[in-house]
C-alpha cells in the first residue's frame, strides 16, 4: 500500500511534497495509518487531535493514545478539548454536526495562524460509498451525489481510493496499533447502519463494488461539469446585475430553456430554498410574487427575478440594526453608505446624496431606520403631507428598491427620506440661523 500511496501523491497531488500539512488525527485506524503512510513519504506533518469528551475515559485514552504516537514519531501535535453538547444545545444542532463544526474550524484556525498549506483527512472509498448512499437515501441532487472531493480548497484526503480492508490490511502486515471507537459498533446513526448492515450485502452481491462505484463517481462528476457550463451559460445571459444586497436576472432567459426547475435549482439551491414548484411559478405570477428561505427570498419585480437576503420581522436586515446618530461631529455608517454632517455659510448645489437643512430644528439623537408602512412626510417643495407607499409608486420604485431605502428622523419625524427627497418642515428659510449639509456617500 505505501507503494501505491506514494504513487497516487507523485501523480494526482505532487504539491503536498513540498507543503506544510496538518494531519486531523482520531487515533482511529484510517488516521493512524495516514499519519504513518505521510511520514514514511516524508512528507512535512504536524498533527490536530480533537477530544470532544463525549465518551469519557475512552476519549481521554484516545487523546493519550495520539500523544504516544506523535513522541514515537517525533512529530509535533496539537490537542483541544470541546465541551461539544453543550455546543450543540446551544447552535441547536446534532452532536454529529456539532462535532463536525467544532473540529473543522479549529483546524482552519491552526492553519490560518500558523502557515499550514493543507490540512489532510483520513476519509477512504469506504467512507465515500457511504456519504453517497445517506445523501441518495435523503434525497439530493446531483452534487449530493459527487461523493467526497479529494480535494475542497486546503482539505486534501489522500486516502480516497483506498479501501478500508485495503488501509487494515497494511496495519496488520506492519503490526500498527489504533483506537477502535465504541460508537462506531452502534448502528443507532445511519452512516453505522449503513456501514454494518447494507454495504456488507452490497460487497456480497458484487465484490467489486467499490471499484465500480469510482467509476460511477467518476462519471457523475463528468456529467456534472456538463451541468455546470450550460448553468453558467444560461447565468451569462440571464444575470443584469449584481450589487452588495441583491443579483438581479433576466425571466426570459429561464422560460426560453428546455427545463427551467432544473436551471433554477442548480442556481439558487446553495441559498436555502425548497419550495422548487412555487419558484417555477413566479416566473408567470404577478409583479410583487415572493418566495422565502430561512435567509433569503426571491421576488418577482416585473421582468426581473432579484435575489436578496431576507430581512427580519422590523424591516431590518438579519445583520442590521436601528442606527442612533447622537452629534454633528462623526461619520456614521448606514447600510447604503456613510452619513457626515457639516455646518456650512452657505447652500450649494445639492443632489439626491445630500440635503442642506436648518440644524436648530433638529432634536438630537437623530435616528436612521427603515421605512413602515403609514409613514409619511411632507415633500420638499410641496404642500401637505404625503404617505411614502404613495411616493415610492410615484418614483417607480420596485419592491425590493423600497425595501432597501433609509429614513433619517428627528423624534417621529422624518428629515429625509435618503437618496430620494428631504421633508420640507426642515428645508433652510431666511429666519434660519446655522445651516446643517449632510451627504451620504
Not at 440644524?359 to 404625503?386: C, I, N, S
Not at 430620494?420 to 440661523?433: L, M, P
Amino acid at each position: 500500500m505505501l507503494v501505491h500511496f506514494q504513487n497516487h501523491i507523485n501523480n494526482a497531488l505532487p504539491f503536498l511534497k513540498k507543503s506544510k500539512l496538518l494531519i486531523a488525527i482520531s487515533g482511529g485506524l484510517d488516521s493512524v495509518i495516514l499519519t504513518h503512510l505521510c511520514k514514511q513519504s516524508s512528507l512535512n506533518i504536524t498533527l490536530a487531535h480533537c477530544n470532544f469528551n463525549l465518551r469519557g475515559i475512552e476519549s481521554d485514552a484516545d487523546e493519550k493514545f495520539v500523544l504516544d504516537l506523535a513522541d514515537s514519531l517525533d512529530l509535533e501535535i496539537f490537542t483541544e478539548s470541546f465541551n461539544t453538547e453543550v455546543y450543540a444545545e446551544n447552535a441547536k444542532q446534532s452532536i454529529q454536526m456539532a462535532a463536525r463544526s467544532l473540529r473543522y474550524d479549529w483546524f482552519q484556525d491552526i492553519a490560518s495562524q500558523l502557515d499550514f498549506d493543507y490540512i489532510l483527512t483520513a476519509h477512504h472509498a469506504d467512507d465515500n460509498l457511504e456519504t453517497f448512499l445517506i445523501n441518495l437515501t435523503r434525497g439530493t441532487g446531483l452534487e449530493g451525489l459527487k461523493g467526497i472531493p479529494e480535494i475542497n480548497q486546503n482539505i486534501v484526503r489522500p486516502l480516497l481510493q483506498f479501501s478500508r480492508e485495503t488501509i487494515e490490511a497494511y496495519a496488520n502486515l506492519n503490526q500498527l496499533q489504533w483506537r477502535e471507537d465504541s460508537s462506531n459498533a452502534s448502528t443507532k446513526y445511519l452512516r453505522n447502519k449503513l456501514r454494518h448492515d447494507v454495504i456488507p450485502i452490497l460487497k456480497g452481491i458484487n465484490s467489486n463494488v467499490l471499484t465500480n462505484f469510482k467509476n460511477t463517481i467518476s462519471n457523475i462528476n463528468d456529467t456534472s461539469d456538463i451541468v455546470e457550463e450550460s448553468v453558467q451559460a444560461v447565468l451569462k445571459r440571464a444575470i443584469i446585475d449584481i450589487d452588495n444586497t441583491q443579483i438581479s436576472y433576466k425571466i426570459s432567459e429561464f422560460i426560453k430553456v428546455h427545463n427551467p426547475k432544473a436551471y433554477l435549482y442548480e442556481i439558487f439551491k446553495d441559498y436555502g430554498f425548497t419550495q422548487w414548484t412555487d419558484i417555477v411559478h413566479l416566473l408567470t405570477a404577478q409583479s410583487g410574487k415572493q418566495v422565502q428561505s430561512a435567509t433569503h427570498q426571491l421576488l418577482k419585480d416585473r421582468e426581473t427575478l432579484i435575489l436578496s437576503e431576507l430581512k427580519t420581522n422590523d424591516g431590518l436586515h438579519q445583520n442590521e440594526a436601528s442606527v442612533i446618530v447622537n452629534n454633528f461631529e462623526n461619520e456614521v455608517n448606514v447600510l447604503s453608505g456613510v452619513l457626515s454632517f457639516e455646518t456650512v455659510a452657505t447652500i450649494e448645489k445639492s443632489d439626491p446624496s445630500t440635503i442642506y437643512i436648518d440644524k436648530e430644528k433638529l432634536k438630537l439623537p437623530l435616528t436612521v431606520r427603515h421605512w413602515q408602512e403609514g409613514d409619511y412626510f411632507y415633500p420638499l417643495g410641496m404642500r401637505g403631507k404625503k404617505k411614502l407607499s404613495k411616493f415610492f409608486k410615484d418614483q417607480k420604485l420596485s419592491v425590493l428598491a423600497k425595501q432597501k431605502v433609509l429614513l433619517l428622523c428627528s423624534q417621529d419625524k422624518i428629515v429625509w427620506v435618503v437618496n430620494h427627497r428631504a421633508d420640507d418642515r426642515f428645508k433652510v428659510t431666511s429666519q434660519t440661523k446655522s445651516i446643517l449639509k449632510i451627504k451620504l456617500s
